[in-house]
């Protein structure tokens, strides 16, 4: 039996970069709940600061679940690119607990919603 090919959920591209506001969701390989660890979920917030700063992403609001991470996101500058962003910054946890966790332990995909308006972003902010 074959398997059909997993559906494209991402917008094109370019949605991705310049200055607009993101809420995304990132959650662990298999909702495992390894954030529980204090010390794990403070080094991930401690990356997630260093890597958005280093890219131009201004982080309004964001809240380190056992298992997943919401972020509230927007990019400073019109080259400012979120996906980017994701990457390197799950790639840098990803180093960080080489040693303490299992080789892949985000999923290979992110949850997004791009919002429309600005104002929009308040009711986020509370949720997160």
Known sequence: MAVAPRKNIRFARDEYVGRRIYFITICTERR???FRDANLA??????LKHVSSSL?????????????VHLLLEG????????KFVARWKQSTGYTFRNQL????????????????AEDSACVAWYI
């Open 56 to 68: 131009n992403i201004l982080v309004h609001a964001f809240c380190v679940m056992p298992d997943h």
């Open 76 to 83: 400073k500058t019109f080259d400012s690119d979120v996906v």
């Open 32 to 34: 495992r709940p390894i």
């Open 102 to 117: 299992p080789r892949r332990f985000w999923q290979r995909r992110f949850y997004d919603h791009v919002l429309r308006r």
């Open 42 to 47: 403070k080094t991930t917030i401690e990356s």
